[in-house]
């Protein structure tokens, strides 16, 4: 093998697993190593209380197939990520129902009033149109951020 590949695969790898060590000790799948001599340095930074020494943490070896099993099913994983389209149409879906209520009121009387109707007919009337078009947003952003959901599977 070439050596620059070689140095290549080498620096990746062990990128890779430095990465898998950090992960597994923020998820706390690790052990406790104490100072020999329970003092304070900079390779055993951490102080448990209860023994009274210094300790650092130290990754358990897993396998791949563990590990990837452990990302499945880690906090981080489930976390939810929005989609920014899904997000504009629920924002335009409730300024449609809170301009809807608005506009209803305001608009439901004047048009009441002007044509000798009842305004409460055009206030619900005006209301259930928006009501419509805001569920209509709403369901789209839906759609969307369920897409979002499989496609992060």
Not at 20 to 37: H, T
Not at 38 to 56: A, N, Q, T, V
Not at 116 to 141: E, K, L, Q, S
Request: aromatic share 16%; glycine share 8%.
């Amino acid at each position: 093998m070439n050596e620059t590949v070689k140095n290549y695969l080498e620096t990746k790898k062990k990128k890779c697993e430095e990465k898998k060590a950090k992960k597994l000790v923020e998820l706390g799948i690790c052990e406790k190593i104490y100072s020999p001599d329970g003092e304070y340095s900079s390779e055993y930074y951490l102080y448990d209380e209860k023994e009274k020494k210094h300790y650092k943490k130290i990754p358990i070896e897993v396998t791949d197939e563990e590990y990837d099993e452990i990302l499945k099913y880690s906090e981080n994983a489930d976390k939810k990520e929005y989609n920014i389209v899904a997000r504009i149409l629920k924002g335009i879906a409730w300024f449609f129902f809170v301009g809807g209520f608005i506009v209803g009121f305001t608009l439901g009387v004047a048009l009441g009033e002007q044509l000798n109707y009842n305004p409460y007919i055009a206030m619900f009337t005006i209301w259930g149109i928006y009501f419509v078009f805001g569920m209509m947003f709403i369901g789209f952003a839906e759609i969307i951020q369920l897409l979002q959901d499989i496609k992060n599977k």
